[in-house]
């Protein structure tokens, strides 16, 4: 006989209901959040902080959400559009619809939130989003993340103001947030009564895994009439710089239209915190031939480093309407079709202006467009870069040679350094090149004077050119070959030259045949004429 005995206990009708809850919270928190994305939520925000995903009107209008953030809209009672933003935000970041019922009400497209402290309530109840504390100025707990959220609220713990966290860097939070709009703005923006007390919400999911190919991110930052501007980031290889294609009057796959393809690698100092590398911008002159008074639609894409797919940036489509109007300069004219495309490499897409014979002929001439780039560097070791130009060394930067895409070249020449110092300066080539073409299809390059502008930034009297009858008073006069070397120089106390002068020197021997520059002192003033000598 078994003395054992066998007791029955009743669980308390209350505590199974707690271990339902314990259960269904665990249950929340791997299928809800494990699902989160903040990557896509942050995009989002990204996308829609400061021109709404926006349709105003009835509740069909939902599509894919709606913005109500003024009264127009049906949101006054509610004190703005903030609720309604982050709910659109974390529901892109792939957490469930918001439409559970009770404080999770769905509305008004059936599926976000439009009050703040209802927000709160959904996510932590319904959503297994985990309330890491409330505190007056509370600082970013450790665990806070780019894709949580958090909300002000007053003395009471009741929240008044929802926001999305978009980056954390060296323990400040940086959030997103509508009425009013903004975005990457420090934590502590707000800190009045009404919210100055901070509570701090985080989804426990996870990022994609790295076997998982994520979609690119970035921006199209600036689309005016003077330059388009962005960045790009592939999110499995952040470290690299990727390839951005630009489409303009057409969407990608479509013939019709224009593209261009770039590197985003320029360093940009608000990259490395925002993104964790540096060397992600793009930067493209706005095409030329957009400047037609017409509307254009652009289209960026940052290209997958795995599959090469494309993907839309943020800030895409933009649009742009510019006028054609010449920069002030002179004319000089191309030669050849062959000078333009093949030797400097232009194209009527990104370097003419579609002006009419009028504009043109307005413009004063200059001399010929050199044949052929002659790239120059110093045999000193130095990177600097000049370019000859009818006797004048001008000086090209890194951006000038991009943009003009003579980044691939190879400086033709190695002077000594004497003989660039020696040489006469002519001015910067000019940032971009810029091209017009008559209805006759003569092509001019649009340029700054050579010889109408001195050293000094003066403007000589008469032509270009040494005139026969011409007479000047010097201190200093010096003569140079094509090739910016001195082969002449005269010094004196206001002596006069004039054309006769230079001839005696050509038939003297001391001058041969050929181009030359003449650059003499009066005064303070350094001014420049060129003289061609006969055979």
Not at 50 to 65: A, I, K, M, Q
Not at 171 to 177: D, L, T
Not at 501 to 527: A, C, N, P
């Amino acid at each position: 006989m078994n003395n054992s005995t066998f007791t029955r206990h009743t669980i308390p009708g209350n505590f199974n209901l707690f271990c339902v809850a314990i259960l269904l919270t665990i249950f929340l928190i791997l299928t809800t959040a494990a699902g989160y994305n903040p990557e896509d939520a942050v995009s989002y925000a990204e996308k829609f902080w400061e021109t709404p995903n926006h349709t105003c009107g009835n509740y069909s209008d939902c599509s894919p959400w709606s913005y109500w953030g003024t009264s127009y809209c049906g949101y006054a009672s509610h004190g703005g559009d903030c609720a309604n933003f982050v709910s659109q935000c974390v529901l892109a970041g792939g957490n469930e619809d918001l439409n559970q019922g009770g404080v999770c009400r769905g509305y008004p497209c059936g599926r976000e939130e439009i009050g703040a402290d209802k927000l709160q309530q959904c996510l932590k109840t319904y959503h297994g989003w985990i309330d890491l504390g409330i505190g007056e100025l509370k600082a970013p707990p450790p665990e806070i993340r780019p894709g949580d959220v958090l909300m002000y609220s007053n003395s009471s713990g009741i929240a008044t103001h929802a926001t999305l966290v978009v980056r954390v860097s060296e323990g400040q939070a940086f959030v997103a947030a509508h009425s009013s709009a903004q975005y990457d703005r420090i934590y502590t923006y707000l800190a009045d009564s009404e919210h100055s007390w901070y509570r701090w919400l985080h989804n426990p999911g996870g990022e994609l895994p790295d076997t998982v190919n994520k979609p690119a991110v970035g921006r199209l930052e600036t689309a005016d009439c003077q330059v388009l501007r962005g960045w790009a980031q592939d999110r499995n290889d952040s470290q690299i710089s990727i390839r951005v294609r630009l489409y303009f009057d057409a969407d990608t796959g479509i013939t019709n239209g224009a593209m261009v393809e770039l590197t985003a690698s320029q360093s940009r100092q608000y990259l490395c915190e925002l993104r964790g590398y540096c060397s992600l911008g793009f930067t493209l002159p706005t095409p030329y031939s957009l400047m037609d008074n017409s509307e254009h639609i652009i289209y960026a894409y940052g290209l997958d480093t795995q599959d090469s797919s494309a993907i839309l940036l943020n800030g895409c489509p933009a649009s742009i309407t510019c006028t054609p109007e010449i920069p002030a300069g002179v004319k000089r004219k191309i030669s050849s079709r062959q000078s333009r495309t093949d030797y400097w490499r232009l194209n009527d897409f990104s370097d003419r202006i579609p002006a009419g014979d009028s504009l043109i002929g307005a413009v004063k001439k200059g001399p010929a467009w050199p044949k052929k780039p002659q790239l120059i560097k110093s045999s000193s070791g130095s990177e600097s870069v000049w370019i000859s130009d009818n006797g004048f060394l001008r000086s090209v930067s890194e951006d000038v040679l991009s943009n003009w895409r003579l980044d691939s070249l190879t400086p033709d020449t190695i002077w000594a350094k004497d003989d660039i110092a020696s040489a006469v300066k002519g001015p910067r080539l000019r940032l971009r090149p810029c091209i017009v073409s008559s209805s006759d299809s003569v092509y001019y390059m649009i340029d700054d004077s050579l010889y109408e502008t001195s050293v000094e930034g003066k403007t000589p009297r008469g032509s270009n050119s040494f005139a026969a009858k011409e007479q000047h008073t010097f201190k200093e006069l010096t003569i140079y070959d094509i090739k910016g070397r001195i082969v002449h120089r005269i010094s004196g106390k206001n002596r006069e030259f004039s054309y006769l002068d230079l001839q005696r020197l050509h038939k003297g021997g001391h001058i041969g045949s050929g181009l030359y520059l003449i650059v003499w002192k009066e005064g303070k003033t350094i001014f420049s004429k060129k003289w061609t000598v006969g055979r």
